[in-house]
């Protein structure tokens, strides 16, 4: 069965202290892993895609990487403004593009 | 203006009432989807469409109906209404190639008292 798991459910973090989420996926065939920020009470709001292990993607202090089986999003030196639940998800061959969504990580940056 | 609109944004209903949601958009995509979102279980997909006569249940359908009245407009029922049903409701387009990234609207969230 196709999975996504994202851990930490919840990071606090310091204003400019750096870490990075988790995004573990078991999928027959990847075709997409997708990151997505999402404010309290508002649509997700696409990040990046990556589409195979090796490949990383950036934007401004977000850094996605990925390998065959899982992605990590770095963020460095985060402001409070960072503060988000983001979520991973992955299209698997055969879905039609549809998504498998994982339960998000809730981020808080503190000043 | 945004791409994905979804109308209402808050709505308060009884049990046993009938509600629908509705959604727009100018983005000009073929492929369109309806999801809902409840806290600690994620997003879960309820119906998709690919075109106006296409329409195919998602992992959660029960209970739901959709309607696509053209490409550009797609609408959920709930017949009626039970208080499981109260969550957020995200309306969301994408693009017919392969690889295309998933839009979303604002959202509405439901109340079923």
């Known amino acids: 069965e196709d999975q996504v798991t994202q851990s930490p459910e919840a990071l606090r973090l310091q204003e400019g202290e750096s870490s990075s989420l988790n995004c573990s996926y078991t999928?027959?065939?990847?075709?997409?892993l997708f990151w997505y920020r999402q404010d309290p009470g508002k649509g997700p709001e696409f990040l990046f895609t990556?589409?195979?292990a090796g490949e990383e993607k950036e934007k401004e202090r977000l850094k996605a990487t990925l390998t065959k089986k899982e992605s990590f999003l770095h963020i460095t030196a985060p402001k409070p403004e960072d503060s988000a639940t983001y979520l991973c998800?992955?299209?698997?061959?055969?879905?039609?593009?549809?998504?498998?969504f994982g339960k998000g990580t809730k981020l808080s940056v503190k000043p | 203006d945004a791409d994905v609109t979804q109308t209402p944004r808050n709505r308060i209903t009884k049990t046993g009432k009938r509600i629908m949601l509705e959604c727009s958009q100018t983005?000009?995509?073929?492929?369109m989807y309806w999801y809902r979102q409840d806290p600690g279980l994620g997003l879960r997909l309820i119906y998709y469409?690919?075109?106006?006569?296409?329409?195919n249940k998602g992992e959660i359908s029960d209970g739901y109906s959709v309607s696509r009245q053209a490409q550009a407009k797609f609408s959920l029922s709930l017949e009626s209404a039970i208080p499981n049903q109260t969550a957020l409701y995200f309306c969301?387009?994408?693009?017919?190639?392969?690889?295309?990234?998933?839009?979303f609207g604002p959202g509405t969230r439901l109340t079923v008292l």
């Open positions: 969301a387009t994408r693009g017919t190639s392969e690889y295309n990234e998933q839009f």
């Open positions: 999928v027959s065939g990847l075709r997409g």
């Open positions: 990556l589409y195979s």
């Open positions: 998800a992955v299209q698997a061959r055969g879905s039609q593009g549809n998504l498998i």
């Open positions: 983005k000009g995509h073929d492929r």
């Open positions: 469409s690919f075109d106006v006569k296409d329409i």
